[in-house]
C-alpha cells in the first residue's frame, strides 16, 4: 500500500442500488475519462461508497476533503465539474442540493437539514468507505471490536456489555438482544448457531439492504461478536434474493475476512473458529419470521412452527440459534469498543442507542436516515424530510410496514421508541416509515396490506389464511361501493380474532394496519359506506371527475396529460371532463396546479 | 375438481415438450455441486432456474434423483417460493414494484395501463412471448418510487403515463 500515490482530493461517488439506478456507473465512467484526458488520475482519486442514503437526490457526488455535495449529477455535467471544482477550485452552484425553506443552495454536506440532524452509530462508515474494500473498513475502526472481545473479554464479559447497552433486536421484536445471547450461551448442545436475518420484505424498508451493500464487514464482525458470546461457530446469513448486490458484496467481504484471518480457524490466534456463509431466499415474506427462516435455510418450505421452544433452545437443525438482524449486528462493534454504557446514554429509559428508518412516500427529502430513540415523528418527517411536497397536507405516516399502523396527523409528536409506538396502535417494525398526503385513500391503503398478507400468507393456520381473504373481500366491497352498515364492526371483531388466535408474528399483526385506520379514519369507512363517495379520490367507484370553474385557470395542463382524451379543452376555456371517456385514473389532478379538479 | 386436474396435468405435459432430454444434462454439474445435503436445495435450484428459466417437472424429476431428495418436497418448495416458476417465462421480466412507497406513489396507475395496453395481469405471459409480468413487494428501492425492473434494469422515478414507452424499447 506504500505505493499508492498521494490524492489531493477524492470524489466519492455513491454505488447503493438506488443510485445505479439512476446511472451512477455512467458518472463514474465520465469522470475516469475526463480525469484522465486531463491527466489527473493520480491527484484525484475515486471511491465508490455503499449507499449514501438521500437515494431521491441521486447520483450523489461528494468531494473531500471539504465535503462539497453534489446531487442529481448526469455524465454531462461531469467535464463541468472537473473544469470548475477539480481545477480552479470553485464550487458549482447549479448541482448544489436546493435548500426549499432556506431557498438557496448548500454546499456542504454537514449544513444539509437531512445529515446535519442524524447520528450515525450504524451507517457510521456511510459514504465514507469502499464497500468493497475491507483495508478502510479497518482503517475505521473496524474489526477492533471483534479484537477487543477476543483478546481482553471473556464471552459472559461480552454478553454483560451487549446488555449493559441495552441494545433491543431492530428486526421489530424488540426483544432485548443481551438476553437473547444468554439465554443462547446456557444451552450445552453443539454445534450452535448464530444468523443474521437480511430478509427485509416490509415494503418500504430498506436499511438492510443499505448496511449490507454499504458496509458488509460490519454486520461480518457483529456475526462473529455474537459467535464468540454465545458459543457458535458457524454462522448465515439468510439475504433475499431481490438483492443480489448484497449478496455480492456479502460475499466479496467474507473472502477477505478469510484471508486476513478474521473468519476461520483460530481468529486473531485466540483459538475462536468462526466462519459465515450465505443462505439466499427466494422471495417469501413470511421467511423473515425467526422460525420460517431457519426451515428454510434447511431447504425447507419456509413455514413458522409453534413456540416453544424457542429458537435458542433447538432452531436451525434442532441445535441453539441465536438470530439477529442486520441492524442489530451492525451496532456490536462501537459497543463493545466504546462499551455499553456509552451505548445506553443514547435514547430514552427503554429503548437505547439510534434506529435507521427508510423515509418514503410523500416526503420531499426520500432517503434513509438514522436518529437517535426518541426523535419525535415530526422532527423526522419535517426536520429532516423537509416536509411534504407540493404543498400537500401531511395526513398519516404508516410505521412497521404490513404489521404495524398509521399514526394520524395530530400524533405526529410521538416519541419514537418502541413502547410509545405500540401505545399508539402502531409498531417499530424493521423501520420503514411511508408519508402519506391528502391523496391517499386509507381504506384503500387498509385494503392494499391486506391484499400483501394475504398473498404472503404461508397458509399454515386458518386464521390468517382465511380470515385475511374474507377481510380482503370485504374491504373491496367496500371501496367498490358495495359497503354496508355494519361492515366496519366486523372488520374490528375479524380483525380481533385474527391477531389473537394466528400462531406467527406475523399472523398476530397481520390485521393490524386495518384495526388502526379503521381507530384514526373511522370517518373515511364512513364515507364509503354511507355516503358512497371516498374523501382522497382514490377509489374509482366512489368518484366523479369534475372542474372547479372558478379555480380553473385554463392552462390546459390537465388536457395535455390525460391518457383517455377524456378532457375538453380549447385555448382561454374553461376544462371540461368527458365522463363517459374518463377512466378516474387521477392524472389530471396529479397535473392540476390549481386543485380546481375534485 | 375435475377440470382443475385436468388443466394441471396438461401445463405439466406443456413442458415436457419444451426441454429436449438431452438438455437435462446440463443439470449434472449442479447436482454434483450440491450433493450431499437437503440445505442446498434452493440455490441448486436458483442455478437450475438462471439456466432454462424454469423449473419444469423434468428438471424437477432429475433434481430429486441426483440430489436425492423426494421429488413431492421438490415440488413442495418449488412452489412455495414465488421466485421459483414452472411456466415458461416472457423474452423479458417485468417486475413492477407493488411495494407501499411505489403505490403511494402511482404504481397502481402503472400496473393499470400495463393490464390495459399490453394485455397481460400479473403472472401471465404475453402471447408473442415478449414479456412476463410480475408485481413484486418492495425492491428495496423506495428512493426512487415508483420502480419497475425490466429484465436486470431498475427503472425508478416513473411518471405513470410513460410506462408504455419505457416498456416499449424492449424487444
Redesign the interface.
Known amino acids: 500500500m506504500c505505493a499508492s500515490p498521494y490524492y489531493r482530493l477524492q470524489i466519492m461517488m455513491c454505488a447503493g442500488?438506488?443510485c445505479?439506478?439512476?446511472g451512477s456507473l455512467d458518472v463514474r465512467q465520465a469522470f475516469e475519462r475526463e480525469l484522465t484526458k486531463r491527466n489527473l488520475q493520480n491527484e484525484v482519486q475515486i471511491v465508490m461508497t455503499g449507499c449514501n442514503g438521500?437515494?431521491?437526490m441521486?447520483p450523489l457526488v461528494v468531494v473531500y476533503p471539504d465535503g462539497v455535495f453534489y446531487n442529481q449529477v448526469k455524465p454531462e455535467h461531469v467535464p463541468l465539474i472537473v473544469e470548475e471544482h477539480i481545477l480552479k477550485g470553485r464550487v458549482l452552484e447549479k448541482l448544489l442540493f436546493k435548500d426549499e425553506k432556506a431557498k438557496g443552495r448548500v454546499p456542504l454536506m454537514k449544513d444539509i437539514g437531512f445529515f446535519g440532524l442524524q447520528r450515525l452509530i450504524v451507517l457510521r462508515n456511510r459514504g465514507l468507505i469502499d464497500a468493497e474494500n475491507i483495508d478502510e473498513y479497518i482503517a475505521r475502526d473496524g474489526y477492533a471490536g471483534l479484537a477487543k472481545a477476543l483478546t481482553e473479554m471473556t464471552p459472559e464479559q461480552v454478553i454483560e456489555e451487549v446488555k449493559t447497552s441495552g441494545l433491543r433486536g431492530r428486526g421489530g421484536g424488540g426483544f432485548p438482544t443481551g438476553l437473547k445471547w444468554e439465554e443462547c450461551r446456557r444451552y450445552d448442545n453443539f454445534p450452535k448457531y448464530t444468523i443474521c436475518n437480511g430478509d427485509?420484505?416490509?415494503?418500504?424498508?430498506?436499511m438492510d439492504?443499505s448496511v449490507m451493500e454499504g458496509d458488509p464487514h460490519s454486520v461480518l464482525e457483529g456475526m462473529a461478536i455474537s459467535g464468540y458470546g454465545i458459543g457458535a461457530e458457524q454462522g448465515y446469513i439468510y439475504v433475499r434474493?431481490?438483492?443480489p448486490l448484497a449478496i455480492q458484496r456479502l460475499q466479496k467481504a467474507i473472502e477477505d475476512a478469510r484471508s486476513y484471518g478474521l473468519l476461520g480457524r483460530n481468529i486473531l490466534g485466540k483459538g475462536f473458529d468462526f466462519d459465515i456463509a450465505i443462505?439466499?431466499?427466494?422471495?417469501?415474506?413470511v421467511c423473515g419470521e425467526s422460525t420460517a427462516l431457519m426451515y428454510?435455510?434447511?431447504?425447507?418450505?419456509?413455514m413458522p412452527r409453534i413456540k416453544p421452544p424457542r429458537s435458542a433452545e433447538a432452531g436451525l437443525w434442532n441445535q441453539p440459534t441465536n438470530l439477529n438482524n442486520v441492524e442489530t449486528f451492525a451496532n456490536l462493534n462501537p459497543i463493545i469498543l466504546n462499551g455499553g454504557e456509552w451505548f445506553a446514554s443514547i435514547g430514552t429509559e427503554n429503548s437505547k442507542g439510534t434506529k435507521v428508518f427508510?423515509l418514503?412516500?410523500?416526503v420531499t427529502n426520500?432517503?434513509?436516515v438514522e436518529v437517535p430513540m426518541g426523535t419525535t415523528l415530526s422532527s423526522l418527517i419535517f426536520d429532516i424530510g423537509g416536509g411534504i411536497p407540493k404543498k400537500r397536507k401531511f395526513k398519516a405516516a404508516?410505521i412497521g410496514?404490513p404489521s404495524g399502523g398509521c399514526i394520524p396527523l395530530g400524533m405526529e409528536d410521538v416519541e419514537i421508541d418502541y413502547e410509545s409506538l405500540q401505545g399508539v396502535g402502531a409498531m417499530m417494525g424493521s423501520g420503514?416509515v411511508?408519508v402519506?398526503d391528502e391523496m391517499?385513500c386509507m381504506v384503500d391503503?387498509a385494503r392494499?396490506?391486506t391484499n400483501?398478507s394475504v398473498?404472503?400468507s404461508?397458509g399454515k393456520c386458518t386464521p390468517c389464511r382465511e380470515g385475511l381473504k374474507v377481510m380482503f373481500d370485504k374491504l373491496t366491497d367496500i371501496v367498490e361501493g358495495r359497503g354496508q352498515e355494519g361492515d366496519v364492526e366486523f372488520l374490528i371483531e375479524l380483525g380481533h380474532h385474527i391477531n389473537n388466535t394466528s400462531h406467527c408474528g406475523l399472523g398476530k399483526s397481520a390485521a393490524n394496519p386495518v384495526l388502526s385506520t379503521i381507530r384514526y379514519f373511522r370517518d373515511e369507512y364512513d364515507a364509503h359506506i354511507r355516503d358512497k363517495h371516498c374523501p382522497a379520490l382514490v377509489c374509482p367507484d366512489l368518484i366523479d371527475f369534475e372542474v372547479i370553474e372558478e379555480k380553473c385557470k385554463m392552462c390546459g395542463m390537465c388536457f395535455k396529460?390525460c391518457?383517455s382524451n377524456a378532457i375538453v379543452w380549447e385555448k382561454k376555456k374553461v376544462a371540461w371532463i368527458d365522463k363517459s371517456k374518463c377512466?378516474r385514473?387521477?392524472?389530471c389532478i396529479?397535473n392540476c396546479k390549481f386543485g380546481a379538479i375534485r | 375438481m375435475q377440470e382443475r386436474d385436468a388443466l394441471l396435468k396438461k401445463k405439466v405435459q406443456d413442458s415436457v415438450e419444451q426441454i429436449p432430454r438431452d438438455k437435462l444434462e446440463l443439470l449434472d454439474p449442479i447436482i454434483e455441486k450440491y450433493q450431499g445435503?437437503?440445505?442446498?436445495?434452493?440455490?441448486a435450484?436458483?442455478e437450475a432456474q438462471e439456466m432454462f428459466g424454469y423449473l419444469p417437472m423434468e428438471v424437477q424429476r432429475k433434481l430429486s434423483k441426483g440430489l436425492n431428495?423426494p421429488a413431492p418436497?421438490i415440488y413442495?418448495?418449488v412452489t412455495?417460493?414465488?421466485?421459483?416458476t414452472i411456466t415458461p417465462r416472457g423474452r423479458h421480466t417485468i417486475r413492477l414494484c407493488?411495494?407501499?412507497?411505489c403505490?403511494?406513489?402511482?404504481a397502481k396507475?402503472m400496473l393499470?395501463?400495463i393490464v390495459r395496453e399490453i394485455g397481460i395481469n400479473v403472472g401471465e405471459t404475453s402471447k408473442d412471448g415478449r414479456f412476463t409480468l410480475e408485481a413484486?413487494?418492495?425492491?428495496?428501492?423506495?428512493?426512487?418510487?415508483p420502480?419497475m425492473m425490466i429484465g436486470e434494469d431498475?427503472?425508478?422515478n416513473i411518471i405513470?403515463?410513460a410506462t408504455l414507452g419505457i416498456i416499449e424499447g424492449y424487444q
Not at chain 1, 443462505?279 to 415474506?285: S, V
Not at chain 1, 428454510?296 to 419456509?302: D, H, N, P, T, Y
Not at chain 2, 412455495?80 to 421459483?84: E, I, K, P, R
Not at chain 2, 403505490?103 to 402511482?106: A, E, L, Q
Open positions: 442500488t438506488g445505479i439506478a439512476s438521500f437515494c431521491a441521486g427485509e420484505g416490509d415494503p418500504g424498508a430498506f439492504r434474493a431481490e438483492y443462505a439466499p431466499g427466494a422471495g417469501a415474506f428454510s435455510i434447511e431447504g425447507r418450505r419456509g427508510a418514503t412516500g410523500a426520500v432517503g434513509l404508516q410496514g420503514g411511508v402519506m391517499t391503503t392494499f396490506f400483501f398473498d404472503e404461508c396529460n391518457p377512466t385514473c387521477r392524472t396529479m | 445435503s437437503t440445505s442446498y436445495l434452493i440455490p435450484l436458483k431428495i418436497h413442495g418448495v412455495f417460493y414465488s421466485f421459483f407493488l411495494g407501499t412507497a403505490y403511494v406513489k402511482g396507475e393499470e395501463i413484486v413487494r418492495c425492491l428495496g428501492a423506495c428512493g426512487l418510487a420502480v431498475t427503472h425508478g405513470p403515463s
